[in-house]
């Protein structure tokens, strides 16, 4: 269907459902306005009737007229009855009108059926004014009923009162309608008009309507379909010839000025004709350059059909495979590229061709044929494009030969040690993790072995590194050779190598003994002379080896490794050139030490450390002093013994805080004593352990909790061990002279334990020398004791040093200590170390 019948039959359909429903809407809106004239005229001939009515009424009862028999008719109600019954005579239409009642006097004025309705409804609804209803008669002619109420009133009870009261002619004609009240209801005026008044007078004016906006209408239809299709109809035709033509012609012609609107329409598709024309110059401008760039491209660039043969390639890819142009042209693209590389959707006879048409337009990386027979390394860009219903593709590659020589370096730089060619700790992690699963899988015990070669630093620092660096190639190629293929050997850092065994026995027992055989060899192997310098001929390696077996994936690589670390290190502490197998108490003890030390770390935090006071006495048993010893209760009960828990403290550097926490303490405590006369010459010795000790600014540190608190700094004693002051004796010295200067004592603790020059104790300006237990212990049995503690005390007297001694535990001890001029005592023969709270109770139970 073309066009214009197109939007004649839209602007008939509109039309015509515009004009019926228009017609329709007026013919409702004449019948209603009918309606309401006919309401409005039988208002006005009801009250012409009422209005008669009243008049007559009070004419008739003032003329003084005797009411008989024959003037009755005179009454407005017998004379409006009269009047109803004559007016067909005059008017035919069915109109007519009446006061009834549905108690009449008179007969003739009994109410219908309609009119009683209408009583019915003004008592129910007594302020209603008027009825007007349609209905349709017995004869089923349609006719309005118009229906007034009419109320007693004060001059009708002359004759509608008591019928006593009543004119004698009325009591004698009738026997009802008498006792009324002023507003009873009477009756109504009723008028019946016929309803062809009213469809007659809506007819009429319709039909007038009804053909005057017809005609209207077809005469405005006319115009408007003239003027769609002189403005828009002939414009879009033209428009879809011009469209047509860019089809049909190679030459497109621009359009004619249109009307209206369309001339901006007409104006743009010149202007898209103008652009569409540059557009074909500038894309065949565009074709030659592409060819040009094609040819010089460095890429080369070949194009195939679907049936997989080439139709085009480029200088480049006639440099890449060797052959020329026309020796390519219209031969299958296999026979430069293998067909697993190519497309599904070649159909050249016979391919099998394995790659997806889903990887079109994705840079991939496959191998080429040389003429000469040699393959290529080549990145491919595959893309296509549909034509005349064929599909064509296009092949962009490059050679990367070179680039995946270099990937492959790389990669050995990644995972290969540069100076042995060993895998390195990178590559030994991959191999671990499916040593792992391979074990899990197939039940068998693998083992790790970590070799550390002896005094390898001293080798390097004596001869230089180039040296070393000979030495572990050379033992790196003497391990290799005695290792089964399927096991990895690994150089993960300076001079420690890593050997993987795997699919070892499935007992555990018979794998230790596999593992252990090859350690040995291994060591037996590096034992045989080196001869890499003339000043290392003859030189045989010695080398600590750690293992540890494992089967299936429970343990995680990081555990394996240290489990071996740890089995290297126990080797190490067995005097090298020693094998060590991981046991599990090892592991039992690093855990247990950091299980201590993640305690320490909260311990202050929850306040679980305490300070024990064990007394310090004279030779007559007085108490002087005491030592503040640490002490570690858990916030479940459990007692840490010192021995387990100072060390780890002095690892981990939890000394510092510890020893700052205990050295607050004892100030606190020495403030206190400082309030009572009985406890204020008491004096509190601490230890310090060397980490503390050899702090920059340990001196500082003292001096300030000395001052913050006030404490008096003769009554602190500060036990130092060896260790801590012979490391750096001048400073050590300094600061010991700093403390000193505010009245704080020094005792050397543990004396003769270690190596102490006099020299340096002659040097230290310290105040006591602490003999150390494990003399005291036996120096009544031992001889030699004896004799170290009478040397100390020597010593200390030359030196005129004040001396104790500690661990003092029976009569006998203390007696030969006084003997040989020991006066100051510790130990358990005294007192054990006690809460401070105890130690008041029992050596100052009345103090204040």
């Given at each position: 269907m073309s066009?214009?019948?197109?939007?004649?039959?839209?602007?008939?359909?509109?039309?015509?459902?515009?004009?019926?429903?228009?017609?329709?809407?007026?013919?409702?809106?004449?019948?209603r306005e009918s309606e309401e004239e006919l309401l409005q005229s039988a208002e006005r001939i009801r009250a012409l009737l009422m209005a008669t009515r009243r008049v007559y009424h009070h004419q008739f009862l003032e003329s003084g007229l005797p009411l008989t028999d024959k003037t009755l008719g005179f009454l407005p109600a017998h004379a409006l009855g009269l009047i109803s019954k004559d007016i067909p005579n005059w008017e035919d239409s069915g109109f007519s009108f009446d006061n009834v009642s549905n108690i009449p006097r008179n007969a003739d004025h009994q109410a219908d059926a309609i009119e009683q309705a209408a009583l019915s409804y003004f008592k129910q609804h007594p302020q209603a004014q008027r009825l007007f209803v349609p209905f349709t008669d017995k004869q089923g002619r349609q006719f309005y009923h118009y229906a007034r109420?009419?109320?007693?009133?004060?001059?009708?009870?002359?004759?509608?009162?008591?019928?006593?009261?009543?004119?004698?002619?009325?009591?004698?004609?009738?026997?009802?309608?008498?006792?009324?009240?002023?507003?009873?209801?009477?009756?109504?005026?009723?008028?019946?008009?016929?309803?062809?008044?009213?469809?007659?007078?809506?007819?009429?004016?319709?039909?007038?309507?009804?053909?005057?906006?017809?005609?209207?209408?077809?005469?405005?239809?006319?115009?408007?379909?003239?003027?769609?299709?002189?403005n828009v109809i002939w414009p879009i035709a033209k428009l879809n010839q011009g469209i047509e033509s860019m089809g049909d012609q190679a030459q497109v012609e621009q359009l004619e000025a249109l009307p209206g609107e369309f001339s901006r329409i007409g104006h743009a598709f010149n202007q898209m004709v103008a652009r569409i024309k540059m557009k074909e110059a500038a894309l065949k401008e565009s074709e030659s350059k592409f060819r040009t760039l094609v040819e010089v491209a460095q890429d080369g660039v070949l194009q195939a059909n679907q049936r997989g043969e080439v139709i085009f390639c480029n200088r480049a890819a006639e440099l890449l495979f060797g052959y020329r142009e026309d020796e390519m042209v219209g031969k299958p693209l296999a026979n430069l590229i293998p067909s697993r590389y190519l497309p599904q959707r070649f159909a050249n006879g016979g391919l099998t061709l394995g790659r997806s048409t889903a990887d079109v337009g994705r840079i991939s990386e496959v191998v080429g044929m040389h003429r000469n027979g040699q393959p290529l390394q080549i990145e491919m860009s595959?893309?296509?494009?549909?034509?005349?219903?064929?599909?064509?593709?296009?092949?962009?590659?490059?050679?990367?030969?070179?680039?995946?020589?270099?990937?492959?370096?790389?990669?050995?730089?990644?995972?290969?040690?540069?100076?042995?060619?060993?895998?390195?700790?990178?590559?030994?992690?991959?191999?671990?993790?499916i040593a792992r699963t391979n074990s899990a899988r197939n039940g068998r015990y693998d083992a790790i072995l970590l070799l550390d070669l002896d005094n390898f630093k001293m080798l390097n620092d004596t001869h230089g590194h180039s040296v070393g660096d000979r030495l572990l190639v050379e033992v790196a190629k003497r391990i290799q050779q005695i290792l089964p293929k399927q096991d990895t050997m690994a150089r993960i850092g300076g001079d420690e190598f890593v050997i993987l065994l795997e699919g070892l026995a499935p007992a555990m027992c018979d794998a230790v003994t596999e593992a252990t055989t090859i350690a040995n060899n291994v060591r037996e192997q590096l034992l045989k002379p080196f001869d890499i310098d003339?000043?290392?001929?003859?030189?045989?390696?010695?080398?600590?080896?750690?293992?540890?077996?494992?089967?299936?994936?429970?343990?995680?690589?990081?555990?394996?490794?240290?489990?071996?670390d740890m089995a290297l290190n126990k080797a190490k502490a067995g005097g090298r050139n020693n094998i060590q197998f991981f046991d599990a108490t090892i592991q039992q003890a690093i855990s247990r030490?950091?299980?201590?030390?993640?305690g320490l770390k909260q311990a202050i935090s929850r306040h679980e450390l305490r300070l024990y006071y064990q007394p310090q006495v004279d030779s007559n048993g007085t108490m002087f002093g005491v030592e503040a010893l640490l002490r570690w209760q858990k916030a479940n009960g459990e007692l840490v013994s010192p021995e387990q828990f100072i060390p780890v403290a002095e690892e981990s550097g939890l000394i510092n805080e510890i020893g700052l926490w205990v050295l607050q303490q004892a100030c606190r405590q020495l403030v206190s004593w400082q309030q009572s006369s009985q406890?204020?010459?008491?004096?509190?010795?601490?230890?310090?352990?060397?980490?503390?000790?050899?702090?920059?600014?340990?001196?500082?540190?003292?001096?300030?909790?000395?001052?913050?608190?006030?404490?008096?700094?003769e009554r602190l004693k500060l036990e130092l061990t060896e260790s801590a002051v012979l490391q750096d004796v001048d400073a050590a010295k300094q600061k010991i002279l700093q403390l000193k200067a505010v009245g704080v004592q020094f005792s050397l603790d543990d004396f003769g334990t270690g190596y102490s020059s006099l020299a340096y104790l002659k040097q230290l300006p310290v105040d006591q020398v602490k003999i150390d237990r494990s003399f005291v212990k036996d120096v009544t049995d031992n001889s030699g004791d004896a004799a170290i503690v009478e040397a100390i005390l020597g010593i200390c007297d030359s030196l005129a040093l004040e001396a104790i001694a500690e661990g003092v535990e029976t009569a006998t001890q203390r007696d030969f200590l006084l003997q040989h001029g020991c006066g100051n005592f510790q130990g358990f023969f005294f007192s054990k170390p006690l809460p401070i709270e105890e130690l008041m109770a029992t050596f100052f139970p009345h103090s204040d």
């Open positions: 066009l214009s019948r197109k939007m004649l039959f839209a602007v008939l359909a509109v039309f015509v459902a515009g004009f019926f429903t228009l017609q329709y809407a007026t013919y409702i809106f004449i019948q109420p009419i109320w007693v009133e004060p001059y009708c009870l002359t004759c509608h009162g008591s019928k006593a009261s009543a004119p004698a002619t009325i009591r004698a004609h009738y026997d009802a309608a008498y006792n009324y009240q002023v507003g009873d209801l009477r009756g109504i005026v009723s008028i019946k008009i016929p309803g062809a008044i009213v469809m007659q007078r809506v007819q009429h004016i319709f039909s007038m309507q009804f053909w005057w906006i017809f005609c209207s209408s077809v005469l405005l239809l006319l115009v408007i379909f003239l003027l769609i299709k002189r595959l893309s296509s494009w549909q034509q005349g219903g064929e599909t064509y593709f296009v092949a962009v590659m490059r050679d990367i030969t070179e680039r995946k020589q270099a990937e492959e370096q790389i990669r050995t730089l990644a995972f290969y040690d540069p100076l042995t060619a060993l895998p390195n700790r990178r590559l030994l992690l991959e191999r671990l993790k003339l000043l290392l001929n003859g030189y045989m390696a010695t080398v600590s080896i750690g293992v540890t077996v494992f089967c299936g994936d429970g343990l995680s690589i990081d555990e394996m490794l240290t489990q071996v030490r950091s299980h201590i030390e993640h406890t204020q010459a008491l004096s509190i010795a601490i230890n310090v352990s060397a980490r503390q000790f050899l702090r920059s600014n340990y001196a500082a540190e003292v001096l300030y909790e000395l001052t913050q608190s006030g404490a008096r700094g």
